[in-house]
């Protein structure tokens, strides 16, 4: 299933219930949640909005309070309507219900669990993207060198079908998604902003061009602002939404850093890919690897047999011809002979160490490999 | 115990013997140790030259038949006495004994095992170089990157007191080499040729720097010249005297991943320096950190705790004063406010979605601390 338009089998009234449920509190809120699973989306709903809840959910009226009696929802939904976007909820088809397993468990819902709702746009479904997916996400002040490398590895993974996915911001991020629209591949942009916003504006571009060929998540309700504290919770989708999580540059403090942290958390391998050590760009991600908490990623290869190790063989390194395939006195032949001119047997014996018999029986082997030649009368190394 | 002079304690004719031997097999020659163990070094001298040696011992007879009857030991000597290099033999108490002990070692002496005696050029003792060392290695074409690294790194460790060891190669060898010479600390360069020899040409000056002020150390006799072969065996001895080994930049094919193999093989701590991805001098470094080889090393702090985990802490990160000291309410208050202009509490109340009374505590830490401001009627950010 794909397409712009609200694919969902909700009823009108459920969808409206969900979506002033995926409003009405700051996400990420386990209670409502906990609410919605008790009574479903109709009740939750009426029942946050009356401030009457069955007392084992009261710890939803405080989270929910400052937005209860803003019901935004049919405007919400027809922001949806204009601009082609939906509204997934925990009941649809679409949702990614595995992927976000991880943020509901016990450790990680202390940090606020996972999304009550996801708005979306894009032709892509979340089933499409989340299956051979990987997260790329660094800093925004990227190097040419990371922005290369982002895009390149975005590039590699999308030919190789899988979906890329990022935050949408300046450096790392974009070069992402730009690798992988140019190599015609699926790519997803999580945003900490409502999904009628560009942000940052100067991706606005970019995020049309995802919104047309790719997919755009967000938990939070159209006309959202983006905020600092958005970004960091975005940044947990970005990792559980991904089978793995790959920052490509980050500096010694950067958002990138709490991403990693989210994979770590909830179990996504976690890669890093290396930089100079002189590179400020890259001293983040040098340390992820050097503390053992990344594996060093050179490139998309290595990026997707991070996740699936036994899918994906390594190619056999390049092989040139040379000398380490000869026995140990073949090599000391070899290199007891000069670049130019010959050398009698028992000269390359004393300079070889090895005793006559051993020299002739080497020269015999190296003669018939086109190595040395023996027939000016004394021993001389065939050039070329 | 220092000085350019032959300080060994050796009878002349003991000399002679170990000199003879140290040159009448090609290194490494672990019978030949096993023999000089057993008779000592006179009759050992004079079973080889004999070709009658112990039935037990005939191993040796085959890697010395090329050279039993050249007895060069008067000329090694004297060439010796006339540049100021001395032999170290396993009689001596500057004999490096611990350090190569691993090589005598049952898996690593088919290898070949340690080396038999050791030439000897510069103001330093093996017990001076040896404590805390550690060797810096890689490719001889090396990128200004690597040079740089390599430089500053080894600068790093001579100004802690410890002992730079290497290859005394163009690239990554020099580039140590000089960087604790310009900081006015140890050096020690191991050749893969006579200790008489100025391998590579280029290097003349360097080398007799080194020979002025450091250790020049090789197992080969005087005359012996470079060939590949000594190199791979060259490193050994690299990996065996330093206490860990750094690889700062390799290529996909790199004789320096002999030496890290070395340190692998016997046990000595090893670490590589990462790079771009898209540098080809930086592949062999990166691969070895991927593959879980050799551990991130990123500066001279690193490199000494790779050694010494406990003797060197690690600098604490740079603090800057941010918002990460917030809490997660504080944080919302902040960020639900405005660069420019001021807002109600309620306002603040429905985008943070924080009810009043929380957004009100909040304000209320947050104007104590210096950060917002509502003296104006609303509240705002304090700048600066």
Redesign the interface.
């Known amino acids: 299933m794909s397409g712009t338009t609200n694919e969902s089998k909700l009823s009108d009234d459920e969808l409206r219930a969900w979506a002033y449920l995926a409003t009405v509190?700051?996400p990420p809120c386990a209670p409502l949640i906990a609410l919605v699973e008790d009574l479903g989306a109709i009740e939750a709903a009426k029942a946050v909005r009356k401030r009457s809840v069955p007392s084992q959910h009261r710890k939803v009226l405080?989270?929910t309070?400052?937005?209860a009696a803003?019901d935004t929802a049919d405007m919400d939904l027809e922001t949806c309507d204009r601009i082609g976007a939906r509204l997934i909820t925990r009941d649809d088809a679409d949702w990614p219900e595995w992927q976000l397993l991880a943020l509901d468990q016990a450790e990680t819902a202390l940090r606020g669990g996972g999304p009550l709702a996801l708005w979306a746009r894009g032709p892509l479904t979340c089933a499409e993207v989340t299956d051979s997916s990987l997260a790329l996400v660094g800093s925004r002040a990227a190097s040419s060198?990371g922005d290369?490398?982002s895009g390149q590895m975005a590039g590699g993974l999308a030919e190789a079908g899988w979906a890329v996915i990022s935050g949408g911001a300046y450096g790392i991020d974009g070069a992402a998604h730009r690798g992988a629209l140019a190599a015609g591949g699926k790519t997803v942009a999580v945003l900490a902003c409502g999904i009628d916003r560009d942000y940052p504006t100067g991706h606005a571009q970019l995020l049309r061009e995802i919104g047309q060929r790719g997919l755009i998540l967000t938990e939070y309700a159209p006309g959202t602002?983006a905020?600092?504290?958005?970004f960091l919770t975005r940044n947990r989708l970005v990792a559980a939404l991904a089978s793995g999580v790959i920052v490509v540059e980050a500096g010694?403090?950067s958002g990138a850093a709490n991403t990693a942290a989210w994979a770590t958390r909830i179990g996504r391998p976690l890669g890093a890919?290396?930089?100079?050590?002189?590179s400020a760009t890259?001293?983040g991600t040098?340390?992820m690897?050097?503390d053992g908490a990344a594996?060093?990623?050179?490139?998309a290869d290595?990026a997707m047999a991070l996740v699936a190790p036994d899918g994906h063989d390594t190619k056999p390194?390049?092989r040139?011809r040379?000398?380490d395939d000869l026995s140990?006195e073949q090599?000391?032949v070899?290199?007891?002979l000069p670049a130019r001119g010959g050398l009698t047997v028992d000269e390359i014996?004393?300079?070889?160490?090895?005793?006559?018999d051993?020299?002739l029986k080497a020269l015999g082997s190296l003669e018939l490999a086109g190595l040395v030649d023996g027939s000016a009368g004394t021993w001389q190394l065939v050039r070329g």
Chains 1, 2 share one sequence.
């Open positions: 509190a700051e405080v989270p309070e400052a937005r803003y060198y290369y490398v602002t905020a600092k504290h958005r010694r403090r890919v290396p930089g100079a050590v002189t890259s001293v040098n340390s690897i050097a594996t060093l990623i050179a490139d290595a390194a390049a040139r040379n000398t140990d090599r000391r070899i290199e007891a014996a004393f300079i070889s160490g090895i005793r006559v051993g020299v």
